[in-house]
């Protein structure tokens, strides 16, 4: 079935219509290989930051067991349509503001970090934001908010 297809692969050839297609698109290349860059920055970033993520029952147990505290870094019109018991709504730029003075007694007990999903970039910034200003015990929530109300976990409405 296979037989009558012949792969004439030229090396060289590939290379110099590589090298063609370059010149032609010099403009898209370069922005494919800045986006390349970026996100091997990002990961190198997010393995040297060392921020543990806690799942929802691992973040109950650290609430429960050691006195820690959900902050839900959403703002505060997504935070009053749901979010965990008892959190504490300091946004994202609050965090990044040094606006921290309502979690500053708990510089040495969990604090687990509360995004919308397990996308949140400002979960991982707030996080390591905390870190540099001595917090010792920064978690991020695994799924953020998404995945706690997806496990079924309580929600709150005031």
């Known amino acids: 079935m296979y037989e009558d297809i012949a792969v004439d692969f030229n090396f060289s050839e590939f290379i110099n219509e590589f090298s063609d297609f370059f010149m032609r698109h010099y403009f898209m290349v370069g922005a494919w290989f800045v986006v390349l860059v970026l996100l ?3 990961q190198f970033k997010l393995l040297m930051a060392r921020i543990p993520k806690a799942t929802t029952n691992n973040a109950v147990a650290l609430v429960n067991h050691e006195d820690g505290i959900f902050v839900d870094i959403r703002n505060a019109d997504t935070f009053s ?6 959190a504490i709504n300091v946004t ?6 040094g606006r921290i003075a309502r979690i500053e007694s708990r510089r040495d007990k ?3 970090l509360v995004g919308k999903d397990k996308f949140d970039s400002e979960c991982f910034n707030s996080a390591r934001f905390l870190k540099k200003k001595g ?5 991020i929530l695994d799924g953020g ?4 109300s997806n496990a079924n976990m309580p929600l709150s409405y005031k």
């Open 40 to 42: 091997i920055v990002t």
């Open 110 to 112: 969990p604090v687990i």
């Open 145 to 148: 908010i998404t995945e706690w």
């Open 135 to 139: 917090f010792t015990k920064v978690f």
């Open 92 to 97: 994202a730029a609050d965090i990044k503001g």
């Open 81 to 86: 349509k749901g979010h965990i018991s008892n």
